[in-house]
């Protein structure tokens, strides 16, 4: 099993649609977790933490769920410029704090 | 703002080859790495630095040597080119190695 993994989709939505993907991990020591967008050949950009208690920038929320060791990121009214690839990134505890990155989830929000 | 700053962005070698690629911030941050981004594998950890004078390898570090002998540099050098090191290298920087990186804009490097 990959140590993180993401749905590659393509996910193809309409603008104004609510999107969710997921991000699950393998180890259960992970203590850090981030989701990144990266639109095509460019570099990766932070789009936001994921704390315990869940957290919400705008039109993104994003959840951390330990038991099932998921973190999940919902992207509400959809626009065209969201069109993008979103990446997972889970850093683990222990001294290691090796960041390993899913390999992205495409979103396409068409008019 | 210059952040993490790369260079060069496009490089074109011939097999056998050797070259450095350069990364520098100016954020002070203590934590470094270098990752090389494929088609369908995405971001693997080359090397990594937790601090100056202090490197690690990471998931993929063959082929690939570093050094930090400052907190802002972070040179990456290909000993030998080989056509499967056509890439797209990125560098990354963080306060620690527990917080988001920063990503540098990224070199294509083409491996003839």
């Known amino acids: 099993r990959k140590e993180v993994e993401q749905d590659p989709g393509p996910f193809n939505v309409p603008e104004g649609a609510t999107v969710a993907f997921n991000c699950t991990y393998s180890n259960s020591a992970s203590q850090s977790f981030f989701w990144y967008r990266q639109d095509c050949r460019k570099e990766p950009k932070l789009l936001m933490s994921v704390y315990s208690s869940g957290n919400e920038d705008g039109r993104f929320t994003a959840q951390l769920n330990r038991a099932s060791q998921y973190i999940s990121l919902l992207i509400r009214d959809s626009k065209l410029s969201d069109s993008a690839t979103y990446l997972c990134v889970v850093i683990p505890s222990g001294g290691s704090y090796i960041p390993t990155f899913g390999r992205g989830t495409s979103l396409i929000v068409h008019p | 703002n210059a952040g993490v700053t790369q260079t060069p962005k496009f490089q074109v070698l011939k097999t056998g080859q050797s070259m450095t690629l350069q990364c520098a911030q100016d954020m002070n941050h203590e934590y470094m790495s270098w990752y090389r981004q494929d088609p369908g594998m995405g971001l693997r950890l080359i090397h990594y630095s937790v601090g100056a004078g202090i490197t690690d390898q990471g998931e993929v570090p063959n082929g690939y040597n570093v050094s930090r002998s400052t907190t802002e540099d972070f040179p990456l050098r290909l000993l030998s080119a080989a056509p499967s090191q056509t890439s797209v290298y990125f560098c990354?920087?963080?306060?620690?190695?527990?917080?988001?990186?920063?990503f540098g804009d990224g070199t294509r490097l083409s491996i003839l």
């Open positions: 990354a920087s963080s306060y620690s190695a527990d917080q988001p990186q920063h």
